[in-house]
């Protein structure tokens, strides 16, 4: 098994949002969010980026800025599911050996951090490569909505294996705890296996899809990243998103 070289980014995204209805549309200083997100992955400078969407209005307002989506069944249970669907379109040949499923609610993301995300793939035996973050603020240790990933981790390493994924603090003892971001790096044989699999007890009990591949044997390692990068999933965070790169906009002098 070797690293990828061929990989493509895909990025799902669906209107369907109970918190933020029409969340990939919203308007951040006169630029839909799922096109700010789109221009992210462009700058990662990976490879192809094509947003994998559940509406033609997503479609529309991707091609409208210059960018690539298809259209996929708005029925499809999870992004993964979305992701998979549109890479058979984009590449029913199988040239890409690598997709990277990139959350549409990250408008500000560091595209060193989608970059980083295929680092472990190198690894020979790792099936899917995400990303962590140390644990700093204290309200979140014990924040079930902060998902926690408990890494394998030698000291002074940059990438580790996920033994776990869990909503509880752990684990115990002394040392960091793991914020995951939820950034999927698959091989693409690896992603065709996973959405094949049914919900699995743990994955349906935690409410995190990535258990699923761990229950299945499947390898899951995480590179390290200095910071969570700020998602998108109700009002007050559109607000707080809107401020920030506005704050960016005004220091560039645009």
């Known amino acids: 098994m070797t690293q990828p070289t061929h990989p493509i980014v895909l990025i799902p995204a669906r209107l369907a949002s109970t918190r933020l209805p029409n969340k990939p549309l919203a308007d951040i200083h006169g630029v839909p969010m799922i096109v700010r997100v789109w221009r992210q992955a462009m700058a990662a400078g990976i490879g192809p980026v094509a947003v994998a969407a559940a509406e033609p209005e997503i479609v529309q307002a991707v091609e409208a800025a210059g960018g690539r989506a298809v259209l996929t069944d708005p029925a499809l249970p999870s992004g993964s599911d979305r992701v998979f669907a549109a890479l058979k379109m984009l590449d029913p040949e199988g040239r890409h050996d690598a997709v990277i499923n990139l959350q549409g609610d990250l408008p500000a993301i560091d595209p060193q951090a989608i970059r980083a995300a295929l680092a472990p793939l190198a690894v020979a035996g790792v099936d899917i490569a995400t990303l962590a973050t140390p644990i700093v603020e204290a309200h979140e240790v014990a924040d079930p909505n902060v998902v926690k990933a408990v890494l394998s981790l030698a000291d002074g390493a940059t990438t580790g294996r996920a033994v776990y994924f869990t909503r509880a603090t752990a684990p115990s003892g002394d040392g960091p705890l793991w914020h995951h971001i939820g950034i999927y790096a698959y091989r693409r044989a690896a992603l065709e296996r996973f959405v094949g699999l049914p919900p699995s007890p743990l994955e349906k009990r935690e409410r995190l899809e990535q258990l699923r591949a761990l229950e ?23 607000d707080r998103i809107r401020n920030l790169l506005g704050t960016r906009s005004d220091s560039r002098g645009t």
């Open 216 to 238: 299945a044997g499947m390898r899951i390692d995480a590179a390290l990243v200095d910071t969570v990068p700020l998602g998108v999933d109700t009002p007050a965070d559109l």
